[in-house]
């Protein structure tokens, strides 16, 4: 039934996305799917069992950038993750994920003491995470966050800011704990005070 219920190039829920490459594949059972028409999958890239991909806040949003979510080629996406766009997420190529990560672009809002978190006007940043990234289990992945190329992620780690390429990020809230530089090759960084 799994190989039979995937979801590949030119079956009918492919259509249905923005781009959905060559050699790409939806494995079977899907978790959540919406707004698939500003969600692109790139060639070779392999979406596990459970996973969420949805653009907007509901079926049938009108979104007001294009793609909304993007996963490159030669990427995969573990088993019960959720990648939750509203404004842009942009996952490079190469780029492989444990399970059970969530990855969003979007927050509600807790300005106002008086009023319910849920009932405040949410906020939008662009999320990127760059070509070569490695995210472990349970990583989540907050609005804003801008992972450079070969960033390797610790498994539980909560991702929020910048951080550069050739670096591995850990902790809650993640920093970096080693760095690649081309002269003294990885290298330890001491956590601060």
Do not use: K
């Amino acid at each position: 039934m799994e190989r039979n219920g995937a979801t590949g190039p030119g079956d009918p829920g492919a259509r249905a996305f923005g781009a959905f490459g060559r050699g790409s594949c939806l494995a079977f059972p899907t978790g959540a799917l919406f707004g698939e028409r500003w969600i692109r999958i790139g060639d070779d890239t392999l979406i596990g069992p459970h996973v969420s991909l949805s653009a907007g806040m509901v079926p049938g949003q009108q979104m007001v950038t294009d793609p909304v979510v993007r996963i490159g080629d030669r990427c995969m996406i573990g088993r019960g993750s959720h990648v939750v766009g509203h404004f842009s997420i942009d996952i490079g190529d190469d780029v492989h994920t444990g399970p059970y990560v969530y990855i969003t672009d979007q927050n509600h809002g807790y300005e106002d003491p008086d009023d319910v978190v849920h009932a405040q006007w949410p906020s939008d940043m662009p999320v990127r995470i760059g070509s070569g990234s490695w995210l472990g289990t349970g990583v989540v992945v907050l609005p804003g966050a801008d992972l450079g190329r070969n960033v390797v992620v610790g498994a539980g780690a909560v991702v929020r800011g910048t951080f550069p390429d050739h670096s591995v990020i850990a902790g809650v809230p993640a920093r970096v704990v080693r760095r690649y530089g081309p002269e003294s090759g990885w290298v330890d960084v001491p956590r601060p005070g």
